[in-house]
């Protein structure tokens, strides 16, 4: 039993075929799913659309698009080495210096992954206190207005205060991040567990158990996925903040960069800055997607879109 | 006291010196009316012996059949586990149901008294023991019965009085099949609420073997007592099959999940849900997923089964096969089922007795005792009784669906 997994009859193969569908062989067999189905090359190809549209449009000098580059000039600028560092044939070098071969770039990315990452965390504390206002009345009757009235709160709104309560140069951006990512999380959390139909609690009671086993039984697995959209969604907004804090109280990180690119009219750098900002964001998001799939194997196994 | 005693068939032979003994550590106890003597699942400390009154106790000892199940004559014994040393807990609920005065004798040293005296001591010891088993016989038949009397339910939303179920009253014996049937909105959910404890009602009492369930500003509390099978499917859709079944012994800590998990496959096993253990409810049909339900529910030796319309969102055929599979499962068990449906040939196929329900107010407009021999198959359905049965029903709903179509009501029964 062990080295055949459940639900292997469900995959493709003939019934009678001697092929044992071991762990390994599923994952493999998914992942090459992934890679040659169709959804994954629609989107390399909707990828691959919008540079060509960008370089036509640029090339063919669009009102807008004429002040901005092309992006294969921008490709160049993100994987030449800067002047001096390998040769000295100018075809072969970056004008503006940030790319994979300088330490700026990654000392940036280090910077602001480091500070998603804090600022997430304490945002996750969003999915205890989301649970307890769904699981008690009065939990939620007694934070919701407040935490109504601070909602909608802009985070850029947040700057002047998380300077003057944190004086360090750190702590006031990822506790903006932290704020917008927080609402989003502990709101979804809530709705997740508003969501959850009343038959259970009502079933769970007759089988006999406590509220605490309710709490966990009921609540928390099944709440879980309004947790992982609020947390999906907490992401993006912690990444947006990020950007707006740095901007105004950053020496380094993405955000500053594409401010400081901006000052110094250099739109390559401005370009390289924002799209390492989208492609970390996409990995992230995909890593989070890859937990939910994992977590929620309930929901996804029935066929569910998540 | 010492006369009282000696009157009393049981002790008639014990010498007097015994008696007198036995005496001088009984209390003599008076409760009013309504007042609990004990409840399920007290540890036993007293022998009770009525003097006057009544209490809802099966008679042991006097008349037997008085046709209510209720011991009212003086000197009729109740609380025998207190004098049997296996039982640890009381596996009824007494209640007073006049103003009563019992005599009360701690078990444990009338045990020590009696084992003093070696003949007729021994003897009554004996019969105690006698006693005790020839109930728990008839005790085990006579689990889960239950009781509506008068019950009643007025939602009050806002001021506008709604009288969902009004002077309602009907038994369901122990081990039987009960099925309400009755258009939508007859008020069948709400009674079934109440039984189950999801719902106050507001007029009346429901009693499951002796002990108030439901009553006006009675706590809600549901319990594995009484479990439901929902209309639409409880079964947790986060959890597997396995986990679903072993929930409920789980959670109440009446076994470890190794024991729960070997038992509940055990029991899968039994009625043919091998294989399907480790998956989720939304990877299997939804017969599968009903009778998976109605495996946990039983997994919980409850009392009483409670189904809310069980096989409504099923097609004909899947409904056909699960009737059966439910026989199948009753057979086996012999639990007190209480089953709310508006599908006519159904309650009769499956119930003991049928309970015709009216539109808004809820009332019971007839009883229906089904004498169909069990075990009962599908050929059933077309036998002569069947359908006498089911045209005495029909000439009751068919009345009642006129009612409710011409009251607005979208289903008819």
């Known amino acids: ?306 | 006291m010492k006369n009282f005693l000696r009157g009393v068939a049981i002790f008639k032979d014990l010498g007097d010196d015994t008696l007198a003994r036995v005496a001088a550590i009984a209390e003599d106890r008076r409760f009013p009316r309504g007042a609990t003597v004990y409840r399920t699942g007290d540890p036993p400390d007293f022998l009770y012996v009525l003097r006057e009154g009544a209490v809802s106790h099966p008679p042991l000892v006097g008349a037997r059949d008085a046709g209510e199940g209720v011991a009212r004559h003086p000197g009729e014994l109740f609380g025998l586990a207190a004098v049997v040393e296996t039982m640890k807990r009381r596996v009824f609920t007494v209640e007073c149901l006049e103003d009563s005065r019992v005599c009360a004798i701690p078990g444990a040293r009338l045990l020590e008294i009696l084992k003093l005296e070696p003949g007729t001591g021994y003897a009554v010891m004996q019969r105690f023991a006698g006693l005790m088993a020839e109930a728990e016989g008839r005790v085990a038949a006579r689990s889960g019965g239950l009781s509506i009397r008068d019950a009643g339910k007025i939602y009050d939303p806002e001021g506008i009085h709604v009288v969902a179920v009004e002077n309602c009253s009907f038994d369901v014996p122990p081990g039987g099949i009960c099925v309400v049937v009755g258009p939508s909105g007859c008020g069948k959910t709400t009674l079934l609420n109440a039984v189950a404890g999801f719902d106050h009602l507001t007029s009346g009492e429901i009693r499951l073997d002796g002990g108030v369930i439901a009553a006006p500003g009675k706590d809600l509390r549901p319990g594995p007592d009484r479990i439901v099978v929902f209309q639409h499917g409880a079964l947790f859709p986060w959890k597997t099959v396995l986990d679903n079944v072993t929930y409920g012994p789980v959670v109440q800590r009446k076994m470890s999940r190794r024991d729960a998990e070997a038992h509940a496959l055990t029991l899968m096993g039994k009625v043919g849900l091998s294989g399907i253990e480790r998956q989720y409810p939304g990877e299997i049909s939804s017969g599968m997923r009903r009778r998976v339900e109605i495996v946990r529910a039983l997994i919980n030796d409850p009392k009483i089964l409670l189904l809310d319309e069980p096989f409504r969102a099923l097609d004909a055929l899947t409904k056909s096969v699960m009737h059966e599979y439910l026989l199948e499962l009753y057979d086996l068990s012999h639990k007190t089922i209480f089953f709310i449906t508006h599908d006519l040939e159904e309650a009769i196929f499956l119930g003991d007795v049928v309970v015709v329900m009216t539109t808004r107010p809820g009332r019971v407009k007839k009883l229906i005792t089904v004498d169909l021999p069990r075990p009962r198959s599908y050929r059933i359905l077309s036998s002569k009784r069947f359908l006498e049965l089911k045209q005495e029903a029909i000439e009751g709903v068919h009345e009642e669906a006129l009612k409710a179509f011409e009251a607005g009501e979208r289903e008819l029964a």
């Open chain 1, 1 to 306: 039993m062990s080295s055949i997994v459940r639900g292997a009859t469900a995959l493709p193969g003939r019934p009678d075929s001697p092929v044992v569908y071991t762990r390994r062989r599923i994952l493999w067999l998914k992942t090459r799913k992934a890679f040659t189905g169709w959804p994954f090359w629609l989107g390399v190809l909707g990828v691959v659309a919008f540079f060509v549209l960008w370089d036509v449009a640029y090339r063919l000098g669009f009102p807008r698009m004429e002040k901005l580059e092309s992006p294969l000039y921008v490709f160049r600028e993100l994987t030449l080495p800067p002047r001096g560092a390998t040769s000295y044939n100018p075809a072969l070098e970056s004008k503006w210096g940030y790319g994979i071969w300088t330490k700026a770039w990654y000392t940036d990315m280090g910077v602001s992954v480091w500070r998603i990452v804090q600022a997430f965390a304490w945002s996750l504390l969003g999915i205890p206190l989301g649970l307890l206002m769904g699981w008690k009345r009065s939990i939620r009757d007694f934070v919701f207005a407040p935490f109504e009235l601070l909602r909608p709160i802009p985070p850029i709104a947040w700057v002047p205060l998380a300077i003057i309560m944190f004086p360090t140069a750190e702590a006031p951006i990822i506790f903006l991040c932290a704020i917008a990512s927080f609402f989003a999380v502990t709101l979804n959390t809530l709705l997740g567990v508003e969501s959850i139909d009343p038959v259970y609690f009502r079933a769970a009671r007759c089988l006999g158990s406590s509220e605490w086993q309710i709490f966990r039984h009921v609540i928390v697995p099944g709440a879980m996925p309004f947790v992982f959209t609020g947390v999906l969604i907490g992401l993006g907004v912690a990444w947006f903040s990020l950007v707006g804090g740095e901007i105004i109280a950053g020496t380094w990180g993405l955000g500053y960069r594409t401010m400081d690119a901006y000052m110094n009219v250099s739109t390559p750098v401005l370009f390289i800055a924002m799209f390492t900002i989208g492609f970390i964001g996409l990995l992230m998001g995909v890593a989070l997607r890859m937990l939910q799939r994992r977590v929620l194997a309930w929901k996804t196994k029935t066929g569910d879109t998540l």
